[in-house]
């Protein structure tokens, strides 16, 4: 049985011009069997009665009422709401729509001591076409990067909510709801409630009006909301690209609008070494740079006599960034590969974009050895045949390498050793579990990255 004092929810409700909505939805919130410990309304610069409302007929029933002077949007206005409050569980709900008598004693109670937020089914009523109600789905992490199925009344707890970075207005002001579901999501334990709020339809509703934009707000939603670790094995073989390795990935991630997770795993002889990590560090909020965890006996000389133990080395590697990583992508650059600066942005595009989440991308460089070629390839009768030129739009490929791959964790299987003849190829193996699941590397032409041979020389 839950706690007292874990059954404290703080409602809060922004709302803007909600005079003929905003009476009802209150007597819903106070009519609750578990009655909320703290009701804020935020008045986010209403231009009708909203907030006369408010403070005439709710005031003295516990409702506080913060007036904002100038227009703030939903995010912020929530967040003001949250600031005012103390709770140790949060509801944001909205002005025009309706709490069944039961819903925050069933929200409560679906939140279980593993979980950080629930979400709840719905109901529909008001204007337009009659809609079935839509029960609360299962959590899954996959279908919610592809389409929003957790409303604004989440319970959530307070210090999770905090952890996620709180309500963001997403650059298309559209879905702040998603936005905040898919950061929590990633951070927390979640699920769904068996409570079911009751939504209105009208023609301002907000919901409604974004919708219209369609899939390119939906793009913008998902690409805002990622959050990245980029990841490099450092194998030592070019020291002097370091510091010029490190600039090209800020360069990118910056031109993106993306801070970053950075993890440098340091397989070297001699060390990572001096490079000016603390170069505007802005754009990281994590810098964690390691020793590997296998010898450094690894070196490009020995790298074709030694390819078992190298492939093995490589895919336990790639398997310990895939469990340190935060980001909800995970990056890998290869130490002898210099991005360009719309490798971040165009690579996110591709995996977030034109209507869902792509398990994997690449971006497109030469091999070492073969500039004639880039490294990815389609399978045919006699095996692998790497690309002379490229397409002119992303596509699926059958193998890629993981010097330039951006990974979706949430579909990211995990790596095994592989070896052909005198070739270690884990990445080959990691293209084939992801195929194996109906997740194929698209490639991405449009990021083309310089692959060096030496320090001076690139393909």
């Known amino acids: 049985m839950m706690s007292k004092a874990s059954r404290e929810i703080a409602v809060i409700i922004a709302a803007c011009n909600a005079e003929a909505y905003i009476a009802e939805a209150l007597e819903s919130v106070l009519k609750q069997t578990l009655k909320p410990v703290e009701i804020v309304v935020v008045d986010d610069a209403s231009e009708d009665t909203t907030a006369d409302i ?80 839509m029960i609360a789905p299962a959590a899954d992490r996959v279908r919610l990067w592809k389409q929003n199925f957790c409303p604004s009344p989440m319970l959530m707890r307070r210090a999770e909510f905090e952890a996620a970075g709180r309500w963001i207005e997403p650059p298309v002001r559209a879905c702040p709801d998603w936005h905040l579901a898919l950061r929590l999501s990633g951070r927390c ?76 795993v340091d397989g070297s002889t001699e060390g990572w070494g001096e490079v000016d990590l603390a170069r505007e560090l802005s754009w990281c909020h994590t810098v964690t740079v390691k020793r590997a965890r296998y010898g450094a006996d690894l070196t490009a000389v020995d790298r074709r006599k030694c390819a078992r133990e190298l492939s093995t080395m490589l895919a336990a590697t790639t398997n310990d960034l895939r469990r340190m990583a935060s980001g909800d992508i995970l990056w890998l650059i290869e130490d002898d590969l210099i991005v360009p600066e719309n490798a971040c942005s165009e690579m996110l595009r591709v995996m977030l974009g ?106």
């Open 189 to 264: 334990g979640w699920g769904p409630s068996m409570a079911m709020g009751k939504i209105r339809r009208h023609s301002g509703n907000h919901t409604l009006t974004w919708a219209k934009r369609g899939a390119e707000s939906m793009d913008a939603v998902r690409m805002d909301a990622a959050s990245i670790t980029v990841a490099c094995i450092y194998g030592g073989r070019l020291p002097g690209l370091r510091q010029g390795w490190l600039d090209a990935v800020r360069a990118s991630v910056l031109k993106a609008g993306k801070r970053v997770e950075l993890i440098i």
């Open 54 to 133: 408010v403070s005439t007929h709710y005031a003295h029933r516990g409702v506080d009422l913060i007036l904002l002077d100038e227009r703030s949007w939903m995010a912020k206005a929530r967040n003001i709401g949250a600031t005012a409050t103390t709770a140790p569980l949060l509801l944001f709900w909205d002005a025009d729509d309706i709490m069944p008598d039961n819903f925050l004693a069933q929200m409560a109670g679906d939140l279980k001591a593993e979980r950080g937020m629930v979400y709840c089914g719905r109901t529909f009523f008001g204007e337009g076409r009659p809609r079935s109600p």
């Open 354 to 459: 034109q209507g869902g989440a792509r398990a994997a991308v690449t971006g497109m460089y030469r091999s070492r050895h073969n500039p004639g070629k880039y490294l990815a390839a389609n399978v045919g009768p006699r095996g692998p045949k790497h690309l002379t030129e490229l397409p002119m739009e992303p596509g699926p490929i059958d193998l890629a390498g993981t010097g330039c791959l951006m990974l979706l964790r949430d579909l990211m299987p995990p790596v095994e050793a592989l070896f052909r003849g005198k070739v270690a190829a884990h990445d080959w193996a990691l293209s084939d579990a992801l195929a194996s699941r109906g997740n194929k590397v698209w490639m991405v032409p449009s990021v083309v990255v310089p692959h060096y041979q030496t320090e001076e020389i690139c393909v």
